[in-house]
């Protein structure tokens, strides 16, 4: 790989599965990652979705950072108009002074939820209209000096956890310029905006204290087997999987009916969320990282390993590793 390599961790809950199974195997990822050379794991701040365990983001952070000693690890991304943010602050900072040098903080200004959880949240419908501001915020409360006179993050203060902005629009991409900050791309679910987004981010980029020169993180999809067949029937199980997410209103559709509402439609969105993916054989999806990089204009890829089971997403994340020529720890 002519960049580097790093894991977003959904922390899926498969059928049948415990959160608790889907933690352990978030641990195993994270160990395996570490030693094979990634660059960073992420987790993603998701509300009331069933088949997703990441709700907690910094919690487990903590967690996988117990468990691991090395390997940077983040929140790819935490929802800020959720939080407050000396809240959000003070939560890094903690993690940064337990675990110093190993903690990123990725940002959002999506709910990661629906109307409904975001009433439970006790989230203004509003809060999103003031996220650079609030970005500006949680900055002063790591780096400083705070822009809230009298209010400092204990911990937090001077820890300078490196903050991301994440999007999947130009607003993020502005935004990231304008700051100086790196940009990560959504674009292993939102792939419409990429290229756009990436060429504003660059173009308005702005040196910052934090970083001199842009950095663009993409998303994409892997599904890496020792065989494409197998490769292939992941791939339509993982989508399967998003059917009931986004269909099912808590229903788990069988096979067949799955099958049939992806063929609609209305199915046709699950297929366009998932166009940058790579299936295959470890080769096969190297050659596809490769363009893909290229086409993405990309310093760095995040990629989320989407088979169902906790043994396919580690054995993809092995192939990967030594198809990409990664450096063991």
Not at 181 to 200: E, T
């Amino acid at each position: 790989m002519t960049v580097p390599l790093s894991i977003l961790d959904l922390a899926t809950i498969a059928k049948g599965q415990t959160a608790a199974e889907s933690f352990a195997g978030s641990v195993a990822m994270a160990q395996r990652a570490e030693e094979l050379g990634y660059r960073r794991v992420w987790y993603a701040e998701h509300h009331n979705m069933s088949s997703i365990a990441s709700s907690a983001t910094s919690v487990l952070i903590a967690h996988i950072a117990a468990h691991t000693s090395s390997i940077r690890l983040g929140a790819g991304g935490v929802m800020l108009p959720n939080h407050s943010p000396l809240t959000i602050a003070e939560q890094f900072g903690t993690l940064e002074t337990l675990h110093p040098g190993r903690i990123d903080l990725g940002l959002g200004r999506a709910p990661g939820s629906d109307q409904n959880t975001m009433r439970a949240l006790r989230r203004d419908p509003m809060s999103a209209d003031s996220f650079p501001q609030d970005v500006l915020e949680l900055q002063g409360y790591l780096t400083g000096p705070t822009r809230i006179q009298g209010v400092e993050a204990t911990p937090g203060k001077g820890t300078d956890v490196p903050l991301y902005i994440l999007g999947s629009s130009l607003f993020g991409a502005r935004l990231a310029a304008q700051l100086g900050l790196p940009y990560a791309f959504a674009s292993h679910f939102a792939p419409n905006a990429l290229q756009d987004a990436v060429a504003v981010y660059r173009r308005e980029f702005k040196p910052s204290a934090q970083l001199d020169a842009p950095h663009v993180i993409a998303g994409v999809n892997v599904i890496a087997a020792d065989s494409a067949a197998e490769a292939q029937e992941m791939f339509q199980a993982t989508k399967r999987a998003r059917v009931s997410l986004f269909f099912g209103n808590g229903r788990v559709f069988t096979d067949d009916e799955a099958d049939m509402i992806l063929d609609s439609p209305q199915g046709q969105h699950v297929a366009q969320m998932m166009k940058y993916s790579a299936i295959g054989t470890p080769d096969t999806v190297m050659d596809y990282l490769d363009g893909f990089t290229a086409h993405a204009d990309a310093d760095e890829l995040i990629v989320a390993h989407q088979s169902n089971s906790t043994e396919a997403r580690l054995r993809s994340v092995e192939l990967l590793a030594l198809a990409a020529g990664l450096v063991r720890a």
